[in-house]
């Protein structure tokens, strides 16, 4: 059997396992429909009809990448355009209509039913005369609504979307950036990343220099290309990263050329693993909810991705620390040495060999970062700091709770959305421990 | 040991400066500018007339308090064009603009000469005392308008660096000068900025951009930031963060002011957690695979999946509603009227008790459940140790075992977990001090937020990781006592 065919038949084996723990199989379950959830969102909870027949024309407004169109009066013959998204599409006065599930966008406001109408209270609807009647039973608000009168629902079912694309995009960058450092600190430690004198000094300085004219004397160029489109601004960071790297390769050769000197030839160690355990004990011992909103008190405009990118950028470390563990072991184990005996290269061993064996504990501590990436966030729109006001979060549904303690749909409902959703995450990483744990393994 | 302990020391230093360093970094990218903050907006009437001698002092003034006419920091890059004087010119447009010019033309002191004729120009009086009685005249509103045109032009031509631009706001003041004869000597003046640009236009060296410069300065932002100049400020080592911008007063008085509280709630709960949570996690790694353990471990995880806020809410929405049990205060940690005249400390406790009830529970039941978790795998961890086995045939009581022989062993996460609860719980007072209106330091950073009070924020981020710091460095050296081996490594 080949190094390759065990590894399939560790992951085959961990897959069973995982499988066995009913919890875990569960949650990962419940995962898959929560992304379905997400992934469907935008149509089972808006007020956009899925069909309606008006004035003889079919339209699918739901669907529609078009966001409007013309109705014809056959017998006026006067034109009408309807514009999807603003249409008061409960009023209209039309021969067939089907709404979605939910018939509430998030966002939008139901005015005569503002002022936290609780799920079971009394609503009311104003029909196309004017008259306030009770609720039709498919246009109640189930859940409740918010002072403003938007349908918590909605905000729950449109809220999933929120939260789980900040799992995935945060974790995607606190990943690649944790398996990248604990990788590198782990496979080469303090005494096995080498190189000449000469190149070290050489690329030093060319580091220097690259970043001199690719980026200072740019500097200029690149906040005029931001302020005219993000296209432009990544049009010329291309540039400034071509320059950068070309002044690199420049220097890599001058330092390849001052290897002739013998004195240069020889040997420096570059202490790749007490560098990245440094930046990872600073970025442990800052209080992270803190470190992100001093970031984004900096940020020029409230959004979603600086709060990612922010999260991204400062939860890596628990990542990097399991990834660097499993290197560390790996390294000295009898196939990576024997591969490195048969004289494969560095990278081949790093990616073909080590890294398939050694993502396993990374992929546990994602699923854990993913749950605290979701609460973060939930406790920023909580408190209303970095992300947009406008945008219905399940934390930012939580938060306008508190302003009145009667309306206890506010608080129970997304609660327990996020806390479901912190904890599938939480027992799927649990499910996976133990499905990966050889030391398990009976 | 001693050896391990000052070594330990060693490292906390390096760390303790990129601290400081990333706390200097966002305050330095804060939007907004500092001393406009600071000079009060209060005589501000139109834009540009509010651009008067005395507020131009005070911009200066508040500059030069604020340590903004110093470098950023020890060393700085430049090319060989620019100026290493440029961060003296204190208005931002104006520092930018000269910048652009030099990255276009790369001859500093012609542009320097250029920009120091239109200071010139700009304080130059265009009505003097002798034109007085032209200005008595009939026109003169329209005088004063042209007057102001030229000065508000004058400010724009400062902070552009486009060709076509400055040959327009050129035209511009041009033409508005030859409006009135009076302008005359004026426009004598003006002239000669024309001909200064020119001539920087002709004697441009733009390959001097091309080349990189080091400057070093030993007196910086940073510096000052950190050790204080002796004069306004006695520097972040001396526990001085600078002053808040939107009450003016020093930041260090207002968070020692507020520190307690937070302080006080983060040791309750780390304290309690301990308590809660060893003889928790110890049974339930003695009585491993029973139902009750089952149960408990799984109230434990859930608990600690659930976010602290909704906890808090939750418990207010129920514990402190006059709708369904009023047990509770809501917010505060104190009577609204303070405490009696008089009251001796315990009465001072009692009068507290109930504002801090419900806070403490949300601040203990995350690193509680946490905890225990822990304590719960390091202890199982323990108990299939040969040692433990030995015990066992030696007839040792189960509580001997388990107290003296194993939960001494498992102490050693116990101890390392002091170092990762402490900035969590730090980090959890923003969210639990906002939701309880509790005057710590948490409830301060996001009302700074809401404020752009950046000096506070940054003041507030670098004391909390500090205070977590610190708490490593107890929890290292706690664990190389318990564990003799850990220094000797």
Not at chain 1, 168 to 188: C, K, N, Q, V
Not at chain 1, 331 to 354: P, V
Not at chain 2, 413 to 420: A, E, H, K, R
Not at chain 2, 438 to 454: F, K, Q, R, T, V
Request: proline share 4%; glycine share 6%; charged share 15%.
């Amino acid at each position: 059997m080949n190094i390759a065919q065990t590894e399939n038949k560790n992951f085959r084996d961990a897959w069973l396992r995982f499988k066995k723990n009913r919890i875990a199989y569960y949650s990962y379950k419940m995962l898959i429909f929560l992304v379905v959830l997400a992934l469907i969102a935008p149509f089972i909870a808006t007020d956009m009809p899925w069909y309606c027949k008006y004035k003889g024309t079919h339209m699918f407004p739901a669907f529609s990448f078009a966001n409007g169109c013309e109705v014809k009066d056959v017998q006026s013959g006067q034109t009408e355009k309807i514009q999807y998204d603003i249409a008061d599409w409960k009023h209209l006065d039309a021969e067939s209509i089907v709404f979605a599930p939910i018939p509430y966008a998030p966002s939008k406001t139901d005015y005569d039913n503002s002022d936290y109408v609780s799920p079971g209270g009394k609503q009311s609807f104003m029909t196309s005369n004017g008259k306030m009647v009770d609720m039709p039973g498919r246009f109640r608000h189930w859940l409740g609504t918010n002072k403003a009168g938007q349908d918590v629902l909605s905000g729950l079912i449109n809220g999933t979307r929120v939260s789980l694309l900040i799992g995935f995009i945060s974790m995607g960058i606190a990943s690649l950036i944790g398996i990248f450092l604990g990788g590198l600190a782990g496979y080469f430690g303090n005494k096995k990343l080498h190189n000449s004198r000469g190149v070290c000094w050489s690329i030093t300085l060319g580091i220097a220099l690259g970043f001199y004219y690719g980026f200072f004397i740019r500097s200029y160029l690149l906040k005029d290309a931001l302020a005219i489109s993000n296209a432009e601004l990544v049009k010329e960071l291309i540039i400034s990263l071509f320059i950068f790297t070309f002044i690199l390769f420049l220097f890599y050769i001058v330092g390849k050329l001052l290897e002739r000197i013998s004195w240069m030839k020889k040997q420096v160690y570059i202490p790749v693993d007490s560098f990245v355990s440094r930046v990872i004990e600073i970025l442990i011992s800052m209080p992270l909810l803190i470190l992100i909103i001093s970031f984004s008190a900096i940020a020029k405009e409230k959004s979603l991705v600086n709060v990612m990118v922010i999260i991204g950028l400062t939860s890596w470390t628990s990542i990097a620390r399991l990834t660097r563990a499993e290197f560390m072991r790996v390294a000295t184990l009898d196939y990576i040495q024997s591969a490195q005996a048969l004289g494969f290269k560095q990278r081949r061993i790093i990616f073909r060999h080590a890294l398939p064996n050694a993502i396993a504990p990374a992929l546990v501590a994602i699923a854990f970062g993913v749950a605290s990436a979701i609460l973060l966030e939930s406790a920023l729109s909580f408190l209303g700091v970095g992300v947009p006001a406008d945008l219905v979060t399940w934390g930012s549904l939580l938060n306008s709770g508190r302003e009145k303690f009667q309306a206890w749909w506010l608080v129970i409902f997304p609660g327990f959305a996020i806390f479901v959703t912190v904890t599938v995450y939480n027992l799927l990483g649990e499910g996976l421990r133990d499905a990966l744990d050889p030391r398990l393994k009976e | 040991m001693l050896n391990y302990i000052l070594k330990r020391f060693l490292i906390f230093i390096p760390t303790f400066i990129v601290i400081t360093l990333l706390g200097f970094m966002i305050s330095v990218n804060a939007p907004g500018d500092p001393v406009e903050r600071m000079v009060s907006a209060a005589e501000s009437g139109d834009a540009v007339n509010t651009q008067t001698r005395n507020q131009r002092e005070q911009i200066q003034f508040w500059t030069h308090k604020l340590g903004l006419d110093l470098p950023v920091f020890y060393v700085s890059l430049s090319s060989l064009s620019q100026s290493d004087t440029l961060y003296k010119i204190y208005d931002k447009d104006e520092r930018e603009a000269l910048d652009r010019l030099v990255g276009k033309y790369g001859n500093w002191e012609e542009i320097q000469r250029y920009y120091q004729e239109i200071n010139a120009f700009d304080n130059l009086q265009l009505i003097r005392p002798a034109d007085s009685t032209i200005i008595h005249g009939p026109d003169r509103n329209k005088i004063l308008d042209v007057v102001n045109a030229i000065k508000s032009e004058t400010v724009l031509l400062k902070a552009s660096y486009d060709d076509v631009v400055i040959r327009h706001a050129f035209e511009k003041i041009n033409h508005l000068l030859q409006a009135y004869p009076l302008f005359s000597a004026a426009q004598m003046k003006f002239k000669i900025i024309g001909e200064r640009y020119e001539h920087l236009f002709a004697t441009a060296t733009p390959w001097k951009n091309y080349v990189p410069k080091l400057n070093f300065y030993a007196n910086n932002q940073y510096h000052r930031w950190l050790f204080g100049d002796g004069e306004f400020s006695k520097g972040l080592i001396k526990g001085d963060f600078g002053i808040s911008y939107t009450s003016k007063e020093p930041v260090s008085n207002i968070i020692l002011s507020k520190l307690g509280w937070t302080v006080f709630f983060s040791l309750l709960s780390v304290i309690l957690a301990y308590f809660v949570s060893i003889p928790l996690g110890v049974r339930a790694a003695v009585n491993r695979g029973s139902h009750s353990e089952k149960i408990s471990s799984l109230i434990l995880f859930l608990l600690y999946s659930m976010p602290a806020f909704w906890l808090a809410t939750l418990l207010l929405i129920t514990f402190a509603n006059p709708d369904v049990l009023h047990w509770f205060p809501a917010s505060g940690v104190k009577p609204v009227t303070g405490y009696e005249e008089g009251a001796g400390f315990w009465n001072k406790v009692k009068a507290s008790l109930p504002y801090i009830v419900l806070p403490a529970i949300c601040y203990t039941y995350s690193s509680f459940a946490f905890l225990s978790r822990t304590i719960r795998v390091s202890m199982l961890e323990v108990l299939t140790q040969d040692y433990i086995r030995t015990a066992k045939a030696k007839g040792l009581s189960d509580k001997q075992i388990i107290w003296k022989h194993a939960f001494r062993n498992a102490l050693f996460p116990i101890i390392t977990m002091f170092g990762t609860v402490l900035p969590s719980v730090i980090g959890g007072s923003v969210i639990l001090e906002t939701i309880f209106t509790i005057p710590g330091m948490g409830s301060e950073a996001i009302e700074a937020i809401h404020n752009n009070d950046y000096p506070m924020i940054i003041a507030i981020l670098t004391i909390t990781s500090i205070l977590t710091l610190i708490g490593f460095l107890i929890a290292d050296i706690l664990y190389a006592i318990v564990d003799p081996r850990i220094s000797y490594k």
